[in-house]
Every structure is written in structure tokens, then in C-alpha cells.
């Protein structure tokens, strides 16, 4: 082994976004927006550092620049701690910010106050990047991820060719570290090329890469992070499209827009009583031939719970809650395909389309429904029309009394939903799978009732018929009906039982990595001065849109910062 020993103010590993956004912060804080403090790096203060970017690959930044499908969305104008779901989820229960452990809460808040959606803007302004907003993503006004990168690295390079700053920065490409050592006042690390470097300053920065089986590479970010003692939140696939038990593979590549909801509840109760809305996202949802896919489905995968395996990875594994070793909760999708419209509304919208477009049979329905309920809510006259009949209808709350037959139903469901679609959601309705051993005894209509939920997800009670229902039923040869309310309801809450995620390989980034009650609130450790760790690494993940880019913003120059100030001024009282 050759005996090299490299000193540095400052060791940053990982060259991404996180890393690249740490060291840039230290060797150009003129970049920074108006309003950061500039008596942190005056002439009289600052004296020259020496920093080193270790990278494993062979550039900098090359994930940047393959985000966004090439486009690069770099933030969002629209940010919140709700559009992380990692810290507003805690040991698998949603909780308000005010309940969450301060430890857990303060770092990310203070974050996100920090380093805003137009501190963005102003940092890019200020490196020369024209940027555009689209429904508040913000991209380059090239639409390529590479004007990102050239203009971050030219601001890089620049300062090291000029020297304005003082600071100088190595690079270490195509270099790993191979371990880490801590002895209470230095880090020792020794690289992939056998060299050995010492620092005061460690920055962890490597992101949270992980082996399809779900654990970390050895020399990872994470690695050096637990041998160093800290803690981990079990790496999960994150931005990764959902796995449902029963997809909907007859509309694989239909496209809808709806809300999407991930739920978490006990088994025994599967309406969801006793759920948890672990997130929510709405826009435009992709049926596939596994599962769902879309923004709003992969923003909802990071608030799922840890996985079990590679391929399909479980969510229902928590250890709480279980019964004779069967685990007792569960995590659903629930999909509203009209999250603008109440379900009353919904419910006039569908009466109104059978009425028009539906054949004779709808007539014995309204007219059975008269009958029965002792309502004159249709004038008598046969030249009442049908948009009389739905105005009448449209005031009334009976909407659990009022079925449509197949066609009926296709013809409300005409002009809302694709056809394709609506018939798929009949099929789930009417159709169920042969019994189980188990169920031998059951047969017919009973039989159908009991395994209704098993495709749905909704509480088995919920489709006994009522005798109105049975009755019409009967009046009509026993033609299977819905009713109204029951069809609305199916609408706004088609609940789907959920097996999983697709694995790492299908994942835009990770959930999981450094718990943060770690870490103070300039993402230095509680317990090992001097060490960082910003970004990917730390266990948060935003949703699609931009948020996880601004993460990794926030957390750099955070950390940046803090670390200008500490060094250019030698023994400044650190940030709490």
C-alpha cells in the first residue's frame, strides 16, 4: 500500500447533486441569493480552504442529467413538507408536524425554511441558467437536463482556473472509498487507489444506492455512514410504480386522471374505518399489466412501508399488529376518478346519463323505484321527459334505491369513463373468482356477495343487497343491478389491494437511509463532530415534481454554509 496522506479542510464523497451543490456553495458563495449572509466569506474573514470532491463514477452530476427524461425539472415553486411523505409518515402512522419527534422535525423544517422554491430560482439566475415553470415545476428554459449540468460545472471549473474565491477544490473520479475511521478528532479514509486522506470535515454525500436485494453496496455512502455508528431507516424503492394483487390487465395502457390514495388499515376492516392516509396525489394515472404507474402513483410509493424482497416488494410486513403470525394490516390504493365532483353529484351525473341514453329497461326502473318507494317525483304524463325525470331525481337522497341493469349502467357510465374502463369495473363488480376450498359450502348469489371485496377492496357489508334490490332483481329475471349509490361510491373509492412496489431497477430514487433525529438542523451528526450528511443519503424523498432536486439544494448549501462560516473563521460557534 503506498503511504500517501492527503490533508483537506473539508472531504465531500459523492459528486451528485447533494455533494456538487456542498462544495460549489464553499468555493463560489457568490452564487448564493441576495439575502444570505455576505460577512461570511469577506476578504477579512475568509482565509483559503482546501476541499476534495470524491466521485465514484467518471463525471460529475450524471444522474442530473438524465432527470426528467432529459428535461431536468430542478425544483418546484410549490414546496411544502407535505410533499415529503418519509418524515410526515412516523413508524407508519400520518401525523400533524406539531406531533412529530422535534429531533425528527426540526431538520427538514428548518431546511426547507432555509433554502425556499425562489432561492432556487436566484441561485440559477445567478449561475446564468433562464429557467421556466410549468404548473410550477421548474425546468431550464432549454428543456435539457444538460444546460444544468454545463452551467454548474462552468461555475465550478471557472473558480478554480481564476482563484477569486481562495478556495481550491480537487476531483477525484472513477474513485471509491474503501473505509472510513473516525478517532474523535480527525477522518481517515482510504480510497480506491490506495491513498489515504485525512480531514476534519467529512461530507457524505453518496446517495443511497442499494443492491436489488434492497441492501447497500459495500464502500456505499450508507456503508461508511454504519460504520461510523450511525442509524439506518431500511432502504425502499421510491418513485416506483405501485404492484397491485388483482391489476387491471385488460385496460393495461389506458390512461385517467383521478386522485390516488395510499391507505393504511386493518385487515378485519377493510372499508378503511380505521385507516391511515398515508398520501395522497392526483393527475393522470397509467393502468398496467402489474399494477399502476403515473406521477401521482409514484409519489404515493414513498409513503409506503419497508419491502421484503426484490421483485415483488410486500408492504403489508409490519411487524405490529399480528395475529396468530399473520399480519393483520394492510395497505391499499384507493383511486377517485372524479375528485372535483361529491358523490351526490356523481350520483345525479350517472341518473341523468341512463336517463338518456339508456334503453326501455331504465322506464321499469324508474317506475318500480315509484312503486316501492311511494315517491311521484315523475310527472304522470306521458309526455314527461327524461331530463324531467333526472331533474326530480337529482333532488332526491334515494339514490341506494334506484339499480341499473349492464346496460343501464354502461349507459350512465357513457361520456364519464372509457369504455373500456367501465366495462372492466363491471366485470370486478359481477364477476368473481371460483370459491375456495374453504367455501365449498357457499354457491350462487351468496357466494358472490361474500368475494365481492376480494377485487374491490371494499368492506364485504357493503354489497348485501337490500330487499328493494332483491325484489327488482327478481322482477327482472335476476339480471345482476347496482344501485346508484353503490356505483358512485365504487367511483370515488375504487379501492385496490395493493402486493407491493416494482423493484430498485424500476425506481427513480430511494426511500429510507439516515434516520434524522441524527442530525442537527446544519445536517452536522449530534454524535461525531464534524461529519455531515446532506441529500439522498438522509431519510428523506419527496414526491415527482421537482422536490427531491430542491432537497438536495436545500441540504447542500445548508450544509455549505455552515461549514464556510465554521472554517473561515476558525472557531465559530457551530449551528444548533
Not at 199 to 214: C, F, M, R, Y
Not at 269 to 286: C, P, R, V, Y
Not at 333 to 347: G, N, V
Request: overall charge neutral; proline content about 4%.
Amino acid at each position: 500500500m503506498k503511504d500517501m496522506k492527503l490533508k483537506f479542510d473539508v472531504v465531500i464523497v459523492g459528486g451528485g447533486a447533494a455533494g456538487f451543490t456542498t462544495a460549489l456553495s464553499i468555493i463560489r458563495p457568490d452564487l448564493w441569493p441576495a439575502h444570505f449572509p455576505r460577512s461570511v466569506y469577506s476578504s477579512n474573514n475568509l482565509r483559503p480552504l482546501r476541499i476534495l470532491l470524491i466521485e465514484a463514477q467518471s463525471d460529475l452530476l450524471r444522474k442530473l442529467a438524465a432527470t426528467g427524461n432529459g428535461r431536468c425539472n430542478l425544483g418546484n415553486l410549490h414546496v411544502t413538507a407535505a410533499d415529503y411523505p418519509t418524515f410526515t409518515v412516523v413508524d407508519g402512522c400520518k401525523v400533524d408536524g406539531c406531533k412529530l419527534d422535534d429531533l425528527t422535525k426540526d431538520l427538514p423544517v428548518q431546511a426547507l425554511n432555509f433554502w425556499s422554491p425562489r432561492d432556487t430560482v436566484n441561485w440559477f439566475l445567478n449561475m446564468g441558467l433562464a429557467l421556466t415553470a410549468e404548473e410550477g415545476r421548474l425546468y431550464p428554459y432549454t428543456k435539457r437536463a444538460a444546460s444544468v449540468r454545463d452551467v454548474m460545472l462552468n461555475c465550478f471549473w471557472s473558480s478554480q482556473r481564476d482563484n477569486t474565491w481562495q478556495n481550491t477544490c480537487e476531483v477525484y473520479c472513477d474513485t471509491a472509498v474503501k473505509s472510513v475511521s473516525y478517532d474523535g478528532n480527525k477522518f481517515k479514509l482510504l480510497l480506491s487507489s490506495d491513498r489515504c486522506v485525512i480531514t476534519d470535515k467529512l461530507v457524505l454525500a453518496a446517495g443511497g444506492e442499494v443492491q436489488p436485494s434492497g441492501k447497500h453496496f459495500a464502500g456505499s455512502g450508507l456503508a461508511l455512514a454504519e460504520s461510523l455508528g450511525l442509524v439506518l431507516d431500511q432502504p425502499r424503492p421510491a418513485l416506483v410504480p405501485l404492484q397491485l394483487k388483482h391489476p387491471l390487465k385488460r385496460v393495461a395502457g389506458l390512461r385517467c386522471h383521478g386522485k390516488l390514495t395510499v391507505r393504511r388499515l386493518n385487515r378485519t376492516d377493510i372499508a378503511g374505518a380505521d385507516g391511515i392516509d398515508l398520501f395522497s396525489d392526483q393527475g393522470e394515472i397509467l393502468f398496467t399489466d402489474y399494477g399502476l404507474s403515473g406521477i401521482p402513483a409514484l409519489s404515493c410509493a414513498a409513503a409506503l412501508g419497508v419491502p421484503a424482497g426484490p421483485e415483488s416488494v410486500t408492504v403489508a410486513s409490519d411487524s405490529v399488529g399480528k395475529k396468530g403470525g399473520k399480519s393483520l394490516l394492510e395497505e391499499v390504493a384507493i383511486l377517485d376518478f372524479f375528485p372535483e365532483w361529491s358523490e351526490m353529484k356523481l350520483s345525479a351525473q350517472l341518473v341523468y346519463n341512463a336517463s338518456v341514453h339508456a334503453k326501455s329497461t331504465f322506464s321499469a326502473d324508474v317506475d318500480y323505484y315509484q312503486a316501492n318507494c311511494q315517491t311521484d317525483y315523475r310527472s304522470k304524463e306521458s309526455s314527461a321527459s327524461r331530463a324531467d325525470i333526472k331533474q326530480r331525481l337529482s333532488e332526491l337522497s334515494h339514490y341506494d334505491q334506484i339499480y341499473f341493469t349492464e346496460n343501464e349502467y354502461q349507459a350512465a357510465c357513457s361520456g364519464l369513463l372509457d369504455l373500456n374502463l367501465s366495462k372492466e369495473i363491471w366485470y370486478r363488480l359481477n364477476n368473481f373468482a371460483k370459491p375456495k376450498s374453504s367455501d365449498k359450502h357457499l354457491t350462487g348469489q351468496n357466494y358472490q356477495y361474500k368475494h365481492r371485496g376480494d377485487f374491490c377492496g371494499v368492506a364485504v357489508e357493503n354489497y348485501k343487497p337490500s330487499t328493494l334490490g332483491r325484489e327488482y332483481r327478481q322482477s327482472i329475471g335476476g339480471e345482476p343491478v347496482i344501485s346508484v349509490a353503490e356505483l358512485s361510491s365504487t367511483l370515488k373509492h375504487f379501492v385496490m389491494m395493493l402486493a407491493g412496489t416494482k423493484d430498485y431497477s424500476n425506481a427513480q430514487t430511494n426511500a429510507g437511509g439516515l434516520k434524522l433525529k441524527q442530525f442537527k438542523t446544519n445536517f452536522e451528526a449530534r454524535n461525531i463532530p464534524g461529519l455531515y450528511a446532506v441529500g439522498e443519503i438522509l431519510s428523506v424523498t419527496g414526491v415527482c415534481g421537482g422536490y427531491n432536486l430542491h432537497w438536495a439544494w436545500a441540504s447542500g448549501s445548508r450544509a455549505g454554509l455552515d461549514l464556510l462560516r465554521r472554517l473561515s473563521e476558525g472557531n465559530a460557534r457551530s449551528i444548533t
